[in-house]
């Protein structure tokens, strides 16, 4: 009975040292951040969903208009009848990308927190003006689409989906897990890669040095609790991804809702479109804070500095 006894106290003693090894450990370096994020400046635009960015130019999506700016926060040209020309009627645009003078623009009918009938329409990044349609596979499973981004590497086309439908749960606050990828040059419909954690409700996704990044809207503005930058470092032949945290943006002048993201490479920024003021109820503005009566829409600008570990 005694050497029973001895037995469990040792299985007891390996486990509980186990278990303080395991809370001492440190997560390995692709757990952690790989940029460090400082604050440069804001500045106010029109439209409040979406952030593209080119050598001489920023681009910024409203839900029904485009707009462009100069580099110094100038309005220089804006389209506010976007979907002129499109054969599927859509009434909302979310964030956006621009490559090889193009934008990219994810569309879609939303109502209510319910997205149907997407589309990948691409715009002249000089014009603002409708350009062209990228086929959207229904097959994908995606029901709905919250933005859209360009690998350059690989030449594919990924997109976001903030929610999964009424039916599915949003009303649950469940987000879709998932991401799609398309390829650039035929628009043939690759893959959607499974999300592990997965973010809820994603507002934007951009290509950055090898990874996906992706805003998620998960803090409540109501409890002051910031809004999250995650990164993704998927690769090409699995369907499924590591998510890990790169920021909370605790910087923000009120809490609100975070939107599109875009890196400007030759800047070294990062660019984070930013909403405040408005009650937001199932994606939409319902009615303001105290001492707002107007929602505000901001990008904010962030140096990128690598994180050097040994």
């Not at 599927?88 to 009918?109: C, K, L, M, Q």
Request: glycine residues 8%; neutral net charge; proline residues 4%.
């Amino acid at each position: 009975m005694k050497k029973f006894c001895f037995f469990l106290c040792g299985v007891f003693l390996l486990c509980a040292a186990g278990m303080a090894q395991a809370a001492d450990a440190k997560p390995g370096k692709e757990m952690l951040p790989v940029n460090r994020y400082k604050l440069v400046d804001t500045f106010e635009v029109k439209g409040r969903q979406g952030i593209a960015v080119d050598d001489k130019y920023y681009y910024v999506s409203g839900s029904k208009a485009l707009y462009k700016y100069d580099k110094k926060g100038n309005l220089v040209a804006s389209n506010e009848n976007p979907f002129e020309g499109y054969a599927i009627p859509s009434n909302h645009i979310g964030d956006i990308d621009v490559y090889n003078g193009e934008i990219f623009v994810s569309a879609e009918w939303f109502e209510d927190g319910v997205g149907k009938d997407i589309q990948i329409a691409i715009h002249d990044a000089q014009t603002l003006k409708f350009k062209r349609t990228f086929k959207f596979e229904p097959e994908s499973g995606q029901e709905e689409v919250s933005g859209i981004c360009v690998d350059r590497d690989k030449r594919t086309v990924w997109m976001s989906c903030w929610a999964i439908g009424k039916e599915s749960g949003l009303l649950k606050g469940y987000s879709d897990r998932y991401l799609y990828e398309y390829s650039l040059d035929t628009g043939k419909f690759l893959r959607k890669v499974h999300l592990a954690p997965s973010p809820q409700w994603i507002q934007g996704v951009y290509y950055y040095k090898g990874a996906l990044y992706v805003t998620a809207d998960d803090g409540e503005a109501d409890d002051n609790a910031p809004d999250h930058l995650y990164r993704i470092d998927i690769s090409s032949d699995v369907n499924y991804a590591t998510v890990v945290m790169e920021k909370a943006f605790t910087e923000v002048k009120r809490q609100g809702e975070i939107e599109g993201l875009a890196f400007d490479e030759k800047a070294g920024e990062l660019l984070v479109h930013f909403n405040r003021g408005a009650r937001i109820i199932l994606g939409m503005p319902r009615g303001f804070y105290p001492d707002y009566t107007k929602e505000i829409s901001e990008i904010y600008r962030f140096k990128v500095k690598p994180i050097k570990r040994k």
